[in-house]
């Protein structure tokens, strides 16, 4: 756990501590997360510059730090 609180209170769960590589994220796990986004009414991500940009978005959510820690 990340050890931050919300405005709700409850803990956050991410961002994730991430020493290395997952093998979670994947290149089906960026797929399955653009099927979601196109079954919501949301264009395809037929770039490959677009799929990038949702790959480096999901890294960013789930393992980049949201404040500097000390």
């Known amino acids: 756990m990340s050890g931050t609180t919300s405005r709700s209170g ?3 769960s991410y961002p994730l501590s991430h020493a ?4 979670r994220f994947t290149e089906s796990l960026v797929t ?3 099927a979601v986004l ?7 991500l ?9 790959e ?9 730090p949201l404040e500097k820690r000390t």
Do not use: K, Q
């Open 10 to 12: 409850a803990e956050r």
């Open 20 to 23: 290395g590589p997952d093998a």
């Open 32 to 34: 399955s997360v653009a």
């Open 38 to 44: 196109v079954g919501y009414g949301y264009p395809r």
């Open 46 to 54: 037929d770039c490959p510059a677009d799929r990038a940009a949702l």
């Open 56 to 64: 480096t978005a999901l890294g960013a959510f789930l393992y980049n």
